[in-house]
Antibody
């Protein structure tokens, strides 16, 4: 059974770079069945798709964050990562990794990790 | 790319049916049959209930159904049960391999 687990610092200072890792178990990160994505949810607010990476290595980002986001894959560790630069308090959210099954819907989600931006 | 529009809250009595709307644009909901719906209980990860507008994943109750008309998608929960109380989010493909979510709807079972 495919499982996802996010990891990374829970506190990031303003203007710094938020870095998170999603460890995949139960499937290969190189699988063409899944696309890999990041989604966030500010406290008390709705979900926001951040971006996705396909098995080809191509990445796609939400326009509002595109200039600050990088998603990459580490096939040797079966992980994919998220980097968000120049963070502000508005980037405080629960960040979740998820699989996009066949490019149609998000079928597996990690539990999410709260990242707070504060000095 | 703006968030899809959902009502903030919908409520119903046990056994009733409720419908949650999800309004997008001709660039997302109106252009593609890639609308999905997610149920999120407090402090839990979202779970898909409907995908590709009206398809149910294996294991999801047939009390959940989806439809679309123009740029508005809808999720209907029939035979409302206490366990259905949660937040619900729609999600739509917006072209160029991008996705957009709705603002979420809190469902309350009276």
């Amino acid at each position: 059974q495919l499982q996802l687990q996010e990891s990374g610092p829970g506190l990031v200072e303003p203007s710094e770079t938020l870095s998170l890792i999603c460890t995949v178990s139960g499937a290969s990160i190189s699988s063409s069945t899944y696309y890999w994505g990041w989604i966030r949810q500010p406290p008390g607010k709705g979900l926001e798709w951040i971006g996705s990476i396909y098995s080809s290595g191509r990445t796609y980002y939400t326009p509002s964050l595109k200039s600050r986001v990088t998603i990459s894959v580490d096939t040797s560790k079966n992980q994919f990562s998220l980097k968000l630069s120049s963070v502000t308090a508005a980037d405080t959210a629960v960040y979740s990794c998820a699989t996009l099954l066949g490019g149609t819907y998000f079928d597996n989600w990690g539990q999410g990790t709260l990242v707070t931006v504060s000095s | 790319q703006s968030a899809l529009t959902q009502p903030a809250s919908v409520s119903g009595s046990p056994g009733q049916s409720i419908t949650i709307s999800c309004t997008g644009t001709s660039s997302d909901v109106g252009s593609f049959n890639l609308v999905s719906w997610y149920q999120q209980e407090p402090d839990k990860a979202p779970k898909v209930k409907i995908y590709e507008v009206s398809k149910r994943p294996s294991g999801v109750s047939n009390r959940f159904s989806g439809s679309k008309s123009g740029s508005t998608a809808s999720l209907t929960i029939s035979g409302l049960q206490a366990e259905d109380e949660a937040d619900y989010y729609c999600c739509a493909y917006a072209g160029s391999n991008t996705w957009v979510f709705g603002g979420g709807t809190k469902v309350t079972v009276l």
